[in-house]
Protein backbone atom coordinates (compact mmCIF):
# COMPACT_ATOMS: atom_id res chain seq x y z
CA UNK A 1 0.00 0.00 0.00
CA UNK A 2 2.74 2.21 1.04
CA UNK A 3 4.55 1.40 -2.55
CA UNK A 4 1.08 2.59 -4.09
CA UNK A 5 1.23 5.68 -2.27
CA UNK A 6 4.92 6.80 -2.63
CA UNK A 7 4.14 5.95 -6.78
CA UNK A 8 1.07 7.75 -7.25
CA UNK A 9 2.86 11.23 -4.90
CA UNK A 10 5.80 11.27 -7.79
CA UNK A 11 3.26 10.96 -10.66
CA UNK A 12 1.38 14.10 -9.18
CA UNK A 13 4.37 16.03 -8.78
CA UNK A 14 5.39 15.15 -12.53
CA UNK A 15 2.33 16.58 -13.58
CA UNK A 16 2.50 19.60 -11.47
CA UNK A 17 5.67 20.15 -13.14
CA UNK A 18 4.73 19.45 -16.46
CA UNK A 19 1.76 21.99 -15.93
CA UNK A 20 3.92 24.53 -15.29
CA UNK A 21 6.28 24.32 -17.90
CA UNK A 22 3.77 24.47 -20.73
CA UNK A 23 1.90 27.72 -18.82
CA UNK A 24 5.91 29.29 -19.27
CA UNK A 25 5.69 27.98 -22.69
CA UNK A 26 2.84 29.35 -23.78
CA UNK A 27 3.04 32.83 -22.01
CA UNK A 28 6.25 33.10 -23.94
CA UNK A 29 5.18 32.26 -27.12
CA UNK A 30 2.36 34.72 -27.24
CA UNK A 31 4.76 37.43 -25.66
CA UNK A 32 7.01 36.62 -28.71
CA UNK A 33 4.32 36.19 -30.75
CA UNK A 34 2.43 40.05 -29.78
CA UNK A 35 6.18 41.95 -29.68
CA UNK A 36 6.79 40.57 -33.23
CA UNK A 37 3.15 41.71 -34.44
CA UNK A 38 3.84 45.05 -32.61
CA UNK A 39 6.75 45.55 -34.78
CA UNK A 40 4.72 45.76 -37.89
CA UNK A 41 3.77 48.44 -39.87
CA UNK A 42 0.17 49.22 -41.70
CA UNK A 43 -2.27 48.80 -38.96
CA UNK A 44 -5.43 50.13 -38.99
CA UNK A 45 -7.64 50.97 -35.58
CA UNK A 46 -9.96 53.28 -34.23
CA UNK A 47 -9.03 55.24 -31.05
CA UNK A 48 -10.92 57.45 -28.75
CA UNK A 49 -8.38 60.64 -28.24
CA UNK A 50 -8.00 62.93 -25.74
CA UNK A 51 -8.70 66.49 -26.81
CA UNK A 52 -8.48 69.88 -24.47
CA UNK A 53 -9.90 73.18 -25.05
CA UNK A 54 -8.01 76.35 -25.28
CA UNK A 55 -9.54 79.80 -24.28
CA UNK A 56 -10.00 82.75 -22.25
CA UNK A 57 -11.01 81.75 -18.84
CA UNK A 58 -11.42 85.32 -17.79
CA UNK A 59 -14.05 86.38 -20.39
CA UNK A 60 -15.66 83.14 -21.14
CA UNK A 61 -16.95 80.22 -18.86
CA UNK A 62 -18.42 76.81 -20.22
CA UNK A 63 -22.06 75.94 -18.73
CA UNK A 64 -21.95 72.73 -20.11
CA UNK A 65 -19.56 69.97 -19.55
CA UNK A 66 -17.01 70.05 -22.43
CA UNK A 67 -16.25 66.95 -24.65
CA UNK A 68 -13.16 65.35 -23.05
CA UNK A 69 -12.02 62.82 -26.46
CA UNK A 70 -12.70 62.57 -30.03
CA UNK A 71 -12.86 59.37 -31.90
CA UNK A 72 -10.80 59.09 -34.78
CA UNK A 73 -9.68 56.39 -37.15
CA UNK A 74 -5.45 56.15 -37.56
CA UNK A 75 -3.21 53.86 -39.41
CA UNK A 76 0.75 53.52 -38.46
CA UNK A 77 2.91 51.27 -36.78
CA UNK A 78 1.37 48.44 -33.81
CA UNK A 79 3.97 50.09 -30.93
CA UNK A 80 2.42 53.52 -31.57
CA UNK A 81 -1.40 52.21 -31.95
CA UNK A 82 -1.15 50.31 -29.11
CA UNK A 83 0.22 53.86 -27.35
CA UNK A 84 -2.44 55.71 -28.61
CA UNK A 85 -5.10 53.40 -27.76
CA UNK A 86 -4.33 52.95 -24.53
CA UNK A 87 -3.59 56.47 -24.11
CA UNK A 88 0.18 55.69 -22.64
CA UNK A 89 1.92 59.32 -22.74
CA UNK A 90 -0.54 60.73 -25.51
CA UNK A 91 -0.72 64.49 -25.13
CA UNK A 92 -4.23 65.74 -25.81
CA UNK A 93 -4.82 67.63 -28.83
CA UNK A 94 -5.39 71.18 -27.91
CA UNK A 95 -8.37 73.02 -29.60
CA UNK A 96 -8.30 76.98 -29.45
CA UNK A 97 -11.85 78.81 -29.16
CA UNK A 98 -11.08 82.38 -30.06
CA UNK A 99 -14.87 83.48 -29.21
CA UNK A 100 -16.90 80.21 -28.14
CA UNK A 101 -20.34 81.96 -27.11
CA UNK A 102 -20.49 83.29 -30.54
CA UNK A 103 -21.53 79.62 -31.71
CA UNK A 104 -21.67 76.35 -29.78
CA UNK A 105 -20.02 73.77 -32.23
CA UNK A 106 -16.58 72.68 -34.20
CA UNK A 107 -16.60 71.00 -37.87
CA UNK A 108 -14.35 68.51 -38.02
CA UNK A 109 -12.87 69.80 -40.87
CA UNK A 110 -11.71 72.75 -39.40
CA UNK A 111 -9.54 70.97 -36.95
CA UNK A 112 -8.49 67.94 -38.92
CA UNK A 113 -5.28 69.45 -40.25
CA UNK A 114 -3.88 70.20 -36.74
CA UNK A 115 -4.90 67.13 -35.49
CA UNK A 116 -3.45 64.86 -37.98
CA UNK A 117 0.37 66.72 -37.67
CA UNK A 118 0.36 65.96 -33.68
CA UNK A 119 -0.53 62.50 -34.91
CA UNK A 120 2.73 61.87 -36.52
CA UNK A 121 4.27 59.15 -37.23
CA UNK A 122 0.32 57.75 -37.36
CA UNK A 123 -1.41 58.41 -39.80
CA UNK A 124 -4.99 60.08 -39.71
CA UNK A 125 -7.52 58.31 -41.68
CA UNK A 126 -11.06 59.69 -40.59
CA UNK A 127 -12.10 61.68 -37.57
CA UNK A 128 -15.53 59.42 -36.85
CA UNK A 129 -16.61 62.73 -34.07
CA UNK A 130 -18.79 64.86 -36.98
CA UNK A 131 -18.43 67.80 -34.62
CA UNK A 132 -17.66 69.17 -31.32
CA UNK A 133 -20.08 70.51 -29.63
CA UNK A 134 -20.00 72.80 -26.44
CA UNK A 135 -22.01 75.73 -25.01
CA UNK A 136 -20.31 78.77 -23.62
CA UNK A 137 -21.09 82.39 -21.70
CA UNK A 138 -19.68 85.65 -21.73
CA UNK A 139 -18.53 86.29 -18.00
CA UNK A 140 -20.10 89.41 -16.40
CA UNK A 141 -20.65 91.06 -13.02
CA UNK A 142 -24.01 92.21 -11.95
CA UNK A 143 -24.74 94.39 -8.60
CA UNK A 144 -27.78 92.49 -7.11
CA UNK A 145 -30.05 93.47 -3.72
CA UNK A 146 -30.08 91.73 -1.07
CA UNK A 147 -33.95 90.92 0.20
CA UNK A 148 -34.31 89.52 3.51
CA UNK A 149 -36.30 87.31 4.47
CA UNK A 150 -38.06 86.78 7.37
CA UNK A 151 -40.91 84.53 7.08
CA UNK A 152 -39.27 81.46 8.57
CA UNK A 153 -37.41 83.07 11.72
CA UNK A 154 -39.58 82.29 15.14
CA UNK A 155 -39.09 84.50 18.00
CA UNK A 156 -39.52 83.00 21.71
CA UNK A 157 -42.50 83.42 23.28
CA UNK A 158 -43.81 86.70 24.43
CA UNK A 159 -40.42 88.42 22.50
CA UNK A 160 -40.59 91.01 20.25
CA UNK A 161 -38.95 92.94 17.84
CA UNK A 162 -37.39 96.22 19.45
CA UNK A 163 -37.10 98.48 16.04
CA UNK A 164 -36.65 97.21 12.49
CA UNK A 165 -33.92 94.63 10.94
CA UNK A 166 -30.99 96.13 9.08
CA UNK A 167 -28.31 94.41 7.19
CA UNK A 168 -25.26 95.59 5.95
CA UNK A 169 -24.15 95.64 2.72
CA UNK A 170 -27.76 95.75 0.88
CA UNK A 171 -26.12 95.21 -2.75
CA UNK A 172 -23.94 92.61 -3.36
CA UNK A 173 -22.05 91.98 -6.93
CA UNK A 174 -22.87 88.74 -9.13
CA UNK A 175 -20.04 87.50 -11.28
CA UNK A 176 -19.94 84.49 -13.62
CA UNK A 177 -21.55 83.15 -16.96
CA UNK A 178 -24.01 85.96 -18.24
CA UNK A 179 -27.14 83.66 -18.48
CA UNK A 180 -26.86 82.28 -15.00
CA UNK A 181 -26.71 85.68 -13.71
CA UNK A 182 -29.72 86.76 -15.59
CA UNK A 183 -31.39 83.90 -14.09
CA UNK A 184 -31.23 85.17 -10.51
CA UNK A 185 -32.52 88.09 -11.35
CA UNK A 186 -32.26 92.08 -10.07
CA UNK A 187 -32.28 90.63 -6.13
CA UNK A 188 -31.15 87.74 -3.76
CA UNK A 189 -33.53 86.81 -1.12
CA UNK A 190 -31.32 85.92 2.35
CA UNK A 191 -33.37 83.79 4.44
CA UNK A 192 -33.66 83.99 8.31
CA UNK A 193 -34.51 80.60 9.55
CA UNK A 194 -33.49 80.98 13.23
CA UNK A 195 -35.92 79.68 16.12
CA UNK A 196 -36.68 80.97 19.43
CA UNK A 197 -34.75 83.93 19.18
CA UNK A 198 -34.98 85.72 22.55
CA UNK A 199 -31.61 87.95 22.25
CA UNK A 200 -30.51 90.49 20.35
CA UNK A 201 -29.08 89.50 16.63
CA UNK A 202 -25.91 90.44 15.55
CA UNK A 203 -24.39 88.37 13.35
CA UNK A 204 -22.72 87.71 9.30
CA UNK A 205 -25.01 85.32 7.42
CA UNK A 206 -23.40 83.49 4.87
CA UNK A 207 -25.25 84.08 0.93
CA UNK A 208 -26.60 80.61 -0.29
CA UNK A 209 -27.08 80.82 -4.18
CA UNK A 210 -28.97 77.75 -4.97
CA UNK A 211 -27.03 74.70 -5.89
CA UNK A 212 -27.78 74.78 -9.75
CA UNK A 213 -25.71 78.44 -10.35
CA UNK A 214 -22.83 77.49 -7.41
CA UNK A 215 -20.67 76.37 -10.67
CA UNK A 216 -21.44 78.95 -12.69
CA UNK A 217 -21.51 82.24 -10.49
CA UNK A 218 -19.86 83.66 -7.45
CA UNK A 219 -21.18 86.62 -5.50
CA UNK A 220 -18.91 88.95 -3.51
CA UNK A 221 -19.27 89.67 -0.29
CA UNK A 222 -20.24 86.28 0.69
CA UNK A 223 -22.21 87.31 4.23
CA UNK A 224 -24.51 89.87 4.77
CA UNK A 225 -24.25 91.41 8.11
CA UNK A 226 -27.58 91.35 10.32
CA UNK A 227 -28.47 92.79 13.12
CA UNK A 228 -31.83 93.47 15.59
CA UNK A 229 -32.93 94.06 18.90
CA UNK A 230 -35.13 91.79 20.89
CA UNK A 231 -37.08 92.52 23.74
CA UNK A 232 -38.96 90.21 26.18
CA UNK A 233 -42.48 91.30 27.51
CA UNK A 234 -42.51 90.23 31.32
CA UNK A 235 -45.91 88.87 33.09
CA UNK A 236 -47.33 90.83 35.74
CA UNK A 237 -50.56 92.54 37.69
CA UNK A 238 -51.93 95.40 39.23
CA UNK A 239 -55.33 96.81 40.49
CA UNK A 240 -56.71 99.34 39.35
CA UNK A 241 -58.81 101.84 41.37
CA UNK A 242 -62.73 102.11 39.71
CA UNK A 243 -63.65 105.26 38.65
CA UNK A 244 -67.06 105.91 38.10
CA UNK A 245 -68.35 108.97 36.16
CA UNK A 246 -71.77 110.37 34.97
CA UNK A 247 -73.98 108.12 37.49
CA UNK A 248 -77.21 109.87 38.37
CA UNK A 249 -77.81 109.60 42.17
CA UNK A 250 -80.67 106.42 41.18
CA UNK A 251 -78.13 104.26 39.03
CA UNK A 252 -75.27 102.00 41.25
CA UNK A 253 -73.15 98.45 39.94
CA UNK A 254 -74.66 95.32 40.73
CA UNK A 255 -71.77 94.69 42.97
CA UNK A 256 -69.25 96.43 45.64
CA UNK A 257 -66.20 96.45 43.75
CA UNK A 258 -64.18 99.40 44.56
CA UNK A 259 -61.14 98.08 42.00
CA UNK A 260 -60.28 95.44 39.17
CA UNK A 261 -57.27 93.38 39.06
CA UNK A 262 -55.33 94.01 35.28
CA UNK A 263 -53.31 91.08 34.35
CA UNK A 264 -50.49 92.23 31.52
CA UNK A 265 -47.19 92.27 29.74
CA UNK A 266 -44.69 94.63 30.04
CA UNK A 267 -41.69 95.72 27.87
CA UNK A 268 -38.52 94.49 30.26
CA UNK A 269 -37.25 97.97 29.68
CA UNK A 270 -39.87 99.61 30.86
CA UNK A 271 -40.50 97.61 34.64
CA UNK A 272 -39.46 101.22 36.35
CA UNK A 273 -41.70 103.19 34.13
CA UNK A 274 -44.90 101.03 34.80
CA UNK A 275 -43.80 101.69 39.07
CA UNK A 276 -44.16 105.03 38.12
CA UNK A 277 -47.63 104.87 35.85
CA UNK A 278 -51.50 106.57 36.77
CA UNK A 279 -53.76 104.14 34.88
CA UNK A 280 -57.34 104.58 35.30
CA UNK A 281 -60.24 102.28 35.36
CA UNK A 282 -62.87 104.15 34.21
CA UNK A 283 -66.70 103.40 34.18
CA UNK A 284 -68.93 106.34 31.83
CA UNK A 285 -72.92 105.34 32.23
CA UNK A 286 -72.85 107.19 29.06
CA UNK A 287 -71.20 104.57 27.60
CA UNK A 288 -73.94 102.19 28.80
CA UNK A 289 -75.50 99.53 26.43
CA UNK A 290 -78.90 100.40 26.82
CA UNK A 291 -80.34 97.24 25.42
CA UNK A 292 -78.85 94.66 28.37
CA UNK A 293 -78.11 97.84 30.73
CA UNK A 294 -74.71 96.76 30.85
CA UNK A 295 -71.67 99.28 30.40
CA UNK A 296 -68.29 98.55 29.43
CA UNK A 297 -64.94 98.89 31.64
CA UNK A 298 -62.16 101.69 29.75
CA UNK A 299 -58.98 101.55 30.55
CA UNK A 300 -57.10 105.33 30.71
CA UNK A 301 -53.49 105.90 30.26
CA UNK A 302 -52.12 102.65 29.22
CA UNK A 303 -49.06 102.87 27.44
CA UNK A 304 -47.78 100.80 24.14
CA UNK A 305 -44.74 99.31 26.02
CA UNK A 306 -48.40 97.41 28.33
CA UNK A 307 -49.58 94.42 26.00
CA UNK A 308 -51.66 91.34 26.48
CA UNK A 309 -53.92 93.78 28.68
CA UNK A 310 -57.02 91.49 30.90
CA UNK A 311 -59.07 92.93 33.01
CA UNK A 312 -61.75 91.02 35.23
CA UNK A 313 -64.54 91.55 35.20
CA UNK A 314 -64.54 94.18 32.37
CA UNK A 315 -68.20 94.48 32.12
CA UNK A 316 -70.64 95.75 34.90
CA UNK A 317 -74.44 95.37 35.54
CA UNK A 318 -76.44 98.57 36.28
CA UNK A 319 -79.19 98.32 38.42
CA UNK A 320 -82.31 101.06 38.86
CA UNK A 321 -83.24 102.22 42.04
CA UNK A 322 -87.10 103.25 41.83
CA UNK A 323 -87.97 106.85 43.06
Known amino acids: MKRFQKY ?18 VIAATTFWV ?11 VVDFPIAFQYNSEEYMAIEELPSEIRIEINGNGWDLFRKYFNFNVTPFNIEL ?4 ERNYLLSSEYRRNLAEILEPTSLVAVLTDSL ?12 EIVLDTGKMVLAPHHQLAGDITWDPVNVVLKGAESK ?3 L ?10 EEVEDDFDQYVPILLPEKYTSFVSVEPKTVHV ?35 MSYRVDEREVQSLKELEIE ?12 STVMLEVKGMPSYIKSVAIEPNIFKLIYEQP
Not at 133 to 144: G, L, N, P, S
Open 35 to 45: LNALNKDNYVT
Open 8 to 25: FGKLKKNKTSDIKVVVLC
Open 227 to 261: KFQVVAFLEGNKRLKLNKVNFPDNVHLDNDLNSVL
Open 185 to 194: GGELILTLDE
Open 181 to 183: VKE
Open 98 to 101: TNPD
Open 281 to 292: AVIDYRQRNRDD
Open 133 to 144: KFDFDRIVEQET
